[in-house]
C-alpha cells in the first residue's frame, strides 16, 4: 500500500496529526499497536489547553465536547491550611480550563476520522521503518489477521508512545531525564463533584489533587511511593489520606463514593533533543515525558502535531523543506517550557524527603508569594492554560 504520511500510533498526537492533514488534503493512514477498544478506555490526562480545545472546535471537532466538558475559570490552591482562588480568566484576559477526558478526545477524533473515510489499522505489530535516508521510506508490519504488510509513504510520523520504537531510529540523539522519588495514585469514584473547580492541594502528608469527569463521576490523585502498587492501597486508606490533605479549610468536605478504578503513575521528566532523522519525524511522548502535574502531556503532543503538519503542508504547497527542517527546534522551544512548568509545580506541590528543610520551606514561600502577587499568578496562569503556539 501506498500513502503521503504514514503516521504510528493512534494516541492524540497521531490523530490530531491525521485530522490537521486531512483538512489540508494531504492523505495518511494511521497503524495502532491496540486494538480500537484499549485506545478508547484507557484512563489518561484529563485537561485541555485553550489553544486545543479551540483547534478540536476549528477540526469541527468539538461538538461534545462543548456539551460535556467542563470550563473552569481557574483553580483552587490549598496549603499551610488556607485555601486559595487563582481566577485564570481574569489572569489571561479570558483563556479558561477545559476539562474533557483524553478518551473522550480519542473517541471524537477516530469516530470522525473514520466516518470521512480515514484509514486506520489497529492490533498492527512488528512496526519497522526503512529507508528513512530515502525519498521513499517504507514501514513493515504484520496486521492484525497476521498478514505481513508494507506502507510505503513520503514521510513517517513516529506518534507512538513513550515505549513505541520509532525513537530507536533518530541518530545522534541525546535524552535528558529527571526522576521524582514519587508517584500518583489515580482513582475513579461515583460521587457528585465536590467542588467547581480543581484543588491542587500541598499537605505534609503528600499532595492530593481533586478533579472531575461528569456529574456523577469524580478523579481524584494522590502522592504515592515511585514503586507503590495499587494493592498497598484499600479504600479506606486512600479516603484517609484524601480526607486528611484536601479537608484543610473550614466548611469544605470531600464527598466519598464507590471507588471503580484504581491506577498508579509513574513521574518523570524526559526529552529527546532530536526528533527527526530523514524522513521521520517524531512527536509527543515518543520524543518527551512530563508528570502530569501542570496537566501538559497530551497538549504538548498535539503541538508537535501542528507543527509536524505545517511543515508538510508546506512541503506538498511548495516543495520547500524549510519549515520540516526547522521541526525539532520548534517543537524543543515549547517542550522546554513545559518541561520546566511542570518541574515546577511537581516540585511546589509535593512532599519529597530527599529536600533539606530550608529547600521545603522556600516551597511554601513560593505559595505564599503565588497567591499573594498578581505577577507570580499571571506567570503560573498563563502557562496552566497554555502558551500561544509559536
Ligand atoms: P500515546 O497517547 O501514548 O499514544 C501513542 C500510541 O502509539 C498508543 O496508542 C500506543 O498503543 C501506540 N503504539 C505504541 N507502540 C506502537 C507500535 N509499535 N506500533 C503501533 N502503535 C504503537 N498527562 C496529563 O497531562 N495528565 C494526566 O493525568 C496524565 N495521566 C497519564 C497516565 C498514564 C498512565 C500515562 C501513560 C500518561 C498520562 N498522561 C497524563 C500523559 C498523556 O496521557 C500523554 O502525554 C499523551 O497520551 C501523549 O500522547 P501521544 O499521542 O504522544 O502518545
Ligand atoms: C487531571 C490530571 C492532571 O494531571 C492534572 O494536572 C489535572 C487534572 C485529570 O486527570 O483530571
Redesign the pocket.
Known amino acids: 500500500a501506498r500513502t503521503q504520511v504514514g503516521i504510528i500510533g493512534a494516541g492524540p498526537a497521531g490523530l490530531f496529526l491525521a485530522h490537521l492533514l486531512h483538512r489540508q488534503g494531504i492523505e495518511c493512514v494511521i497503524l495502532e499497536s491496540r486494538s480500537h477498544e484499549d485506545v478508547e478506555n484507557t484512563?489518561?490526562?484529563?485537561?485541555l489547553e485553550q489553544w486545543t480545545v479551540d483547534l478540536m472546535l476549528s477540526l469541527g471537532l468539538g461538538e461534545r465536547m462543548l456539551r460535556e466538558g467542563h470550563f473552569h475559570r481557574g483553580i483552587t490552591l490549598r496549603f499551610a491550611g488556607e485555601s486559595h482562588h487563582l481566577d485564570f480568566e481574569d489572569l489571561t484576559g479570558g483563556r479558561r480550563v477545559t476539562?474533557y477526558?483524553?478518551h473522550e478526545v480519542l473517541k471524537d477524533l477516530i469516530a470522525a476520522r473514520l466516518a470521512s473515510g480515514g484509514e486506520i489499522h489497529f492490533g498492527v505489530r512488528d512496526v519497522k521503518l526503512h529507508d528513512l535516508n530515502s525519498k521513499r521510506p517504507h514501514i513493515t508490519y504484520t496486521d492484525e489477521n497476521g498478514q505481513q504488510q508494507e506502507l510505503h509513504c513520503d514521510f513517517i510520523a513516529g506518534y507512538d508512545g513513550s515505549q513505541g520504537p520509532s525513537r530507536q531510529y533518530v541518530e545522534g540523539r541525546t535524552e535528558y531525564q529527571h526522576l521524582y522519588p514519587f508517584g500518583?495514585l489515580?482513582i475513579l469514584v461515583e460521587a457528585p463533584p465536590s467542588h467547581h473547580e480543581?484543588i491542587?492541594a500541598r499537605h505534609e502528608r503528600g499532595f492530593a489533587?481533586l478533579?472531575?469527569?461528569s456529574p456523577e463521576i469524580q478523579?481524584l490523585?494522590l502522592q504515592c511511593g515511585p514503586t507503590d502498587n495499587v494493592a498497598d492501597y484499600s479504600d479506606e486508606l486512600i479516603w484517609s489520606e484524601l480526607h486528611q490533605r484536601l479537608e484543610t479549610v473550614d466548611g469544605w468536605t470531600l464527598t466519598e463514593g464507590r471507588i471503580f478504578q484504581k491506577g498508579v503513575i509513574g513521574m518523570r521528566s524526559f526529552v529527546c533533543d532530536r526528533m527527526q532523522h530523514g524522513r521521520l519525524f517524531i512527536g509527543g511522548d515518543a520524543a518527551h515525558i512530563v508528570?502530569?502535574?501542570?496537566?501538559?502531556?497530551l497538549n504538548l503532543a498535539v503541538a508537535d502535531a501542528v507543527y509536524l503538519s505545517r511543515g508538510l503542508e508546506c512541503f506538498y504547497r511548495t516543495g520547500q523543506q524549510t519549515l520540516l527542517d526547522q521541526y525539532t527546534n520548534t517543537c524543543l522551544r515549547r517542550i522546554w517550557k513545559a518541561e520546566r512548568f511542570s518541574w515546577y509545580?511537581t516540585n511546589l506541590l509535593h512532599t519529597n524527603s530527599t529536600e533539606s528543610p530550608f529547600e521545603q520551606r522556600i516551597r511554601l514561600a513560593d505559595l505564599d508569594y503565588l497567591v499573594h502577587s498578581q505577577a507570580a499568578a499571571t506567570a503560573l496562569a498563563e502557562n496552566y492554560v497554555g502558551l500561544p503556539l509559536d
Do not use: E
Request: glycine share 16%; aromatic share 12%.
Open positions: 484512563i489518561r490526562a484529563g485537561v476539562v477526558p483524553q500518583w489515580g480543581l491542587y489533587l478533579s472531575t469527569r478523579r490523585y508528570p502530569p502535574t501542570g496537566a501538559k502531556g509545580m
